[in-house]
């Protein structure tokens, strides 16, 4: 998206699943993006989900702020 921001490939190495990190590192992720662009606010920012993330990943991003745009579904 013109003017947006887009985290691309978050996510933990699995010896670091499950000790609160997840939350505190895509916090920053966010604010970091949203700081962006030489003072000028980003229109959006934005990440993908896919059925390989963990399964906890999408409360995650909802706890954030973040909120479901779109849902895909492809041929395995």
């Known amino acids: 998206m013109e003017g ?6 978050f996510g933990l ?12 590192l895509l ?4 604010e970091e993006a949203w700081s962006r662009r ?4 980003p229109a959006r920012v934005w990440v993908h989900a896919c059925n390989r993330d963990h399964p906890q990943a999408l409360a ?3 706890a954030r702020g973040m909120v479901v745009y779109k849902v ?3 041929e395995p």
């Open 4 to 9: 947006g921001v887009e985290i691309a490939y």
């Open 13 to 24: 190495l699995p010896e670091f699943i499950g000790h609160g990190l997840g939350g505190a």
């Open 27 to 30: 916090t920053s992720a966010i």
């Open 38 to 41: 030489g003072g000028i606010a």
């Open 60 to 62: 995650n991003y909802q």
């Open 72 to 74: 895909e579904q492809t």
